[in-house]
């Protein structure tokens, strides 16, 4: 079964590294995650354009948090979706 965990992020810096981070050491292997990038004042974007793990996909998208989630959602492909938001952690790898 793949797991699609969407992440709405503006202004994020420097908590989506750690965000990220979490995602990446999940040892479950058949995953995505979703960023649903929105215009930001900080270095949020350049951080962004660095990723280049297949299993992460960048999608820019200009709306209210619901709006994006929601945008997030149709272009998932996983049967289990889950949110990890951008300042927030995966506690352990096998979440």
């Known amino acids: 079964m793949k797991i699609s965990i969407l992440m ?5 810096m420097p908590y989506i590294m750690a965000s990220i ?14 960023i649903i990038y929105s215009k930001s004042d ?11 793990n297949k299993s992460i996909k960048i999608l820019k998208y200009e709306g209210s948090i ?11 492909s996983g049967s289990l979706i ?8 995966f506690f352990e790898n096998e979440t």
């Open 42 to 52: 900080d270095q949020t974007i350049n951080f962004l354009n660095e990723i280049s």
């Open 66 to 76: 619901y709006e994006s989630l929601n945008y997030g959602l149709k272009h998932s």
């Open 8 to 12: 709405c992020v503006k202004n994020s």
């Open 21 to 34: 981070k979490s995602f990446n050491n999940q040892t479950y292997k058949n995953k995505e995650l979703i």
């Open 82 to 89: 889950g949110v990890l938001h951008s300042d927030d952690v």
